[in-house]
């Protein structure tokens, strides 16, 4: 119970029981032994009179009701951005959600209700004057309550077990416009469906499939359920036992295969990363073992100083393999040919030098 004084709140009272006013400044014209309704009127016509027909003091009291409102529906008529995260699985997607559901609200704050919603009225305020508002508002707040489930990574199907988060969420949203200016709050939000586009929820299905098929352990698994299917429908086949075990069979093999090839994956995955973490390990060996110090005292990697600008020294007892690679070893790290004997130069008869068994100009051999 509130009482207003001339538009302003002058008392408050929250508790059960009796509640005294004291109203004595209120000026006593008549006395005697006229009833107190007679009294009354004639009161209240000498304060119009004296101010111009209307009262000198308006006093008035207003009850409020506290209790939680409930019952109250709504749709989304218009779906609602929601975007779906999960790490898990690396998604990352925009969607839409429509839901439907009832709320329950009530007012915690009777002093602003009066201020800023029903100041001065002269009959009842019930609900249904303010409650076209309320839900519009109610509905326009679920779009930020979705967007913090979703940085919680809760799923669309997931929001109806997460209504506690969902109302703080709305609760935060309408702070300013439900608390702050009008003393409401919510209590409860009940969702009773959450749905989103078919093509993005196949989407999401599959990404989850992916994830599941990518650990061999579960591939296993689902091969061993896939299995015990089968053999529940062989039992029931009508074409007889043995053709349904057949089938079953073959679906079990199948089952196997793509398990084995699951695995397989998975083991040329790992060498694949293997490979790669010893490529990088060689590569960045390599210009350790190429590196030579030059004249000046200049650690090098590369063909020449950056320091004084001197070329690489060509190796001691280098030599050119027939594929084209300069080889300082006995044989070739890339044909793996072996390293050609050293060979002296003779004279032929004719008076041309050779190296080889027979002139290159006569044809004779060398004797």
């Keep these: 119970m509130i009482i207003v004084e001339q538009g302003k709140v002058v008392e408050i009272c929250a508790e059960p029981g009796e509640f005294t006013f004291d109203s004595s400044t209120e000026p006593t014209i008549f006395s005697g032994d006229l009833g107190d309704s007679i009294i009354a009127t004639f ?14 003091k308006d006093q008035r009291i207003y009850y409020f009701n506290t209790k939680e409102l409930m019952d ?13 995260l999960d790490s898990k699985v690396n998604l990352d997607l925009d969607t839409s959600v429509r839901c439907s559901g009832v709320y329950s609200y009530r007012i915690v704050d009777p002093i602003r209700f009066y201020t800023n919603v029903c100041g001065n009225v002269s009959e009842e305020y019930r609900r249904e004057e303010i409650e076209s508002q309320l839900k519009t508002e109610f509905i326009d707040a679920l779009q930020p309550a979705f967007g913090a489930l979703s940085n919680l ?39 009773g469906s959450v749905s989103l586009p078919d093509e993005d929820a196949e989407y999401i299905k599959q990404a989850q499939r992916s994830r599941a098929f990518s650990d061999p352990g579960m591939g296993a698994g689902l091969g061993a359920i896939a299995g015990a299917d ?13 053709n349904g075990f057949v089938g079953m069979g ?26 790669q973490q010893q490529q990088q390990m060689q590569q ?9 110090t030059c004249q000046c005292g200049t650690q090098v990697t590369g063909n020449f100083c950056p ?24 044989f070739c790290p890339n044909c793996g040919s072996k390293k050609p004997e050293a060979s002296t130069s003779w004279t032929c008869q004719c008076g041309t030098s050779n190296t080889g068994k027979f002139c290159s100009n006569c044809g004779s051999p060398r004797p």
């Design 43 to 56: 009161q209240e016509m000498g304060k119009r009179f004296t101010y111009g027909g209307d009262p000198g």
């Design 72 to 84: 109250n529906k709504f749709g989304t008529p218009n779906p609602i951005p929601f975007r779906v």
């Design 153 to 191: 990574e809760i799923r669309p199907n997931q929001i109806v077990s997460h209504n506690k988060e969902l109302k703080d969420a709305v609760n935060e949203a309408l702070k300013d416009d439900w608390l702050e200016k009008r003393g409401l709050e919510i209590i409860s939000i009940a969702i």
């Design 230 to 242: 089968a053999m529940k429908a062989a039992a029931s086949n009508e074409g007889g036992a043995m």
């Design 250 to 275: 073959m679906a079990m093999n199948a089952n196997q295969m793509n398990t084995a090839n699951t695995a397989n994956l998975y083991a040329m995955n790992q060498q694949n990363q293997q490979m």
């Design 284 to 292: 960045q060996a390599a210009p350790a073992g190429n590196a030579w």
């Design 307 to 330: 320091n004084c600008g001197s070329k690489k020294p060509e190796p001691q007892g280098a030599w050119t393999c027939q594929c084209g690679t300069q080889v300082t070893g006995n």
